[in-house]
């Protein structure tokens, strides 16, 4: 059985007349994207202020962006084996649950992504409340991971165990336990509706050995069966439960090309910048936004630990580098916002 929930996920012009009630879609205050030569896709480096994912391919973005499996993505072969290099800065104020929606605006502004999804019945796990009840937390929204504290989505995985730590809710656990659970698909049916702090390691291999890199986390006893029903009071029971495929109507194999504001200055210049303030970039991907946009808005400065007269020198440099590097009209205009930024 296939129930098909027909969506456009980039609109048309002729489709948008109920648009001016619709929720503004979240999107990264500035993000860069370049091809990469080879895949080399190791963990994704992600805080509350920047996402950076080195070598990926195309199709673990889209994954990414609808939290659903690998094989839950179909489009053309290419997006299994072209790869990129994404470094983007997360608005401030923003949330971690609002990451995949912001890698969906990425992809239908940079590749020009149209999509649709698809529920199917297929055989997997119902994610439940066992008999004993829950065993963790909800969580205090006071230290959540986008304020103080330390809410958000950590997977930790090596030499065939996992790790899933961090403040989620009952539907993000069941995506990310069908995603690296490594099982099936999983339906979360346990009619939680808060946000819980969850602690999880397992391992599916009975002959586990921890690698001389793997010493930070402990080996698992249990496989994720157990895990799930000791650790956090649930169980996952067989059954054939409602799958969520993507289904890629059309998408562009190369992206739209960086703006100046996602394109770091690589000039002389900048290096000077960095080494006067002692400013250094986590990436150079997002070396120009990361200093324009401390620049820019007012107060930010003092995030780059200056006055405000060395954020002034700053800023005649940083627009003198801007000037060099792509023209007067980039200059001026945000010459003019640092300017007023800095009165």
């Given at each position: 059985?296939?129930?098909?929930?027909?969506?456009?996920?980039?609109?048309?012009?002729?489709?948008?007349?109920?648009?001016?009630?619709?929720?503004?879609?979240?999107?990264?205050?500035?993000?860069?994207?370049?091809?990469?030569?080879?895949?080399?896709?190791?963990?994704?480096?992600?805080?509350?202020?920047?996402?950076?994912?080195?070598?990926?391919?195309l199709?673990?973005?889209?994954?990414?962006?609808?939290?659903?499996?690998?094989?839950?993505?179909?489009?053309?072969s290419?997006?299994?084996?072209?790869?990129?290099?994404?470094?983007?800065?997360?608005?401030?104020?923003?949330?971690?649950?609002?990451?995949?929606?912001?890698?969906?605006?990425?992809?239908?502004?940079?590749?020009?992504?149209?999509?649709?999804?698809?529920?199917?019945?297929?055989?997997?796990?119902?994610?439940?409340?066992?008999?004993?009840?829950?065993?963790?937390?909800?969580?205090?929204?006071?230290?959540?991971?986008?304020?103080?504290?330390?809410s958000?989505?950590?997977?930790f995985?090596?030499?065939?165990?996992?790790?899933?730590?961090?403040?989620?809710?009952?539907?993000?656990?069941?995506?990310?336990?069908?995603?690296?659970?490594?099982y099936?698909?999983?339906?979360?049916?346990?009619g939680?509706?808060?946000?819980?702090?969850?602690?999880?390691?397992?391992?599916?291999?009975?002959?586990?050995?921890?690698?001389?890199?793997?010493?930070?986390?402990?080996?698992?006893?249990?496989?994720?069966?157990?895990?799930?029903?000791?650790?956090?009071?649930?169980?996952?029971e067989?059954?054939?439960?409602?799958?969520?495929?993507?289904?890629?109507?059309?998408?562009?194999?190369?992206?739209?090309?960086?703006?100046?504001?996602?394109?770091?200055?690589?000039?002389?210049?900048?290096?000077?910048?960095?080494?006067?303030?002692?400013?250094?970039?986590?990436?150079?991907?997002?070396?120009?936004?990361?200093?324009?946009?401390?620049?820019?808005?007012?107060?930010?400065?003092?995030?780059?630990?200056?006055?405000?007269?060395?954020?002034?020198?700053?800023?005649?440099?940083?627009?003198?580098?801007?000037?060099?590097?792509?023209?007067?009209?980039?200059?001026?205009?945000?010459?003019?916002?640092?300017?007023?930024?800095?009165?």
């Amino acid at each position: 059985m296939k129930t098909f929930l027909f969506f456009l996920i980039a609109v048309p012009a002729t489709c948008i007349a109920n648009a001016q009630n619709a929720p503004i879609q979240p999107k990264f205050e500035v993000a860069s994207v370049k091809r990469t030569d080879r895949c080399f896709a190791g963990n994704p480096t992600i805080d509350p202020e920047s996402v950076i994912l080195k070598g990926v391919p195309l199709k673990s973005v889209l994954t990414e962006a609808f939290k659903v499996r690998f094989n839950q993505v179909e489009g053309p072969s290419w997006l299994e084996t072209d790869c990129f290099e994404i470094s983007a800065k997360i608005p401030e104020g923003a949330t971690r649950d609002q990451l995949p929606a912001m890698l969906q605006t990425l992809l239908i502004e940079r590749f020009k992504l149209a999509a649709h999804k698809e529920v199917r019945s297929r055989s997997g796990y119902a994610l439940v409340v066992d008999k004993g009840g829950p065993k963790f937390k909800e969580d205090d929204p006071n230290t959540n991971f986008m304020g103080a504290g330390r809410s958000g989505t950590m997977l930790f995985g090596a030499s065939g165990h996992g790790r899933l730590k961090g403040v989620m809710t009952m539907k993000t656990l069941a995506a990310h336990l069908s995603t690296d659970g490594g099982y099936g698909p999983v339906q979360d049916l346990t009619g939680l509706t808060g946000k819980y702090d969850i602690d999880l390691t397992w391992t599916p291999d009975q002959t586990f050995e921890p690698s001389a890199g793997a010493a930070d986390i402990p080996a698992p006893e249990a496989n994720l069966f157990t895990a799930v029903r000791e650790s956090l009071g649930l169980k996952l029971e067989r059954r054939n439960v409602e799958v969520q495929f993507v289904v890629v109507d059309h998408i562009e194999r190369i992206p739209t090309e960086n703006s100046f504001m996602q394109e770091p200055i690589a000039t002389v210049g900048l290096q000077n910048l960095q080494q006067k303030f002692k400013y250094s970039p986590r990436n150079d991907g997002v070396a120009a936004a990361e200093i324009g946009v401390r620049l820019m808005r007012p107060g930010r400065y003092q995030e780059l630990g200056l006055t405000l007269d060395q954020a002034r020198a700053l800023g005649r440099e940083y627009v003198q580098a801007l000037k060099e590097a792509h023209g007067d009209a980039a200059a001026r205009e945000i010459g003019k916002r640092i300017s007023e930024a800095l009165r």
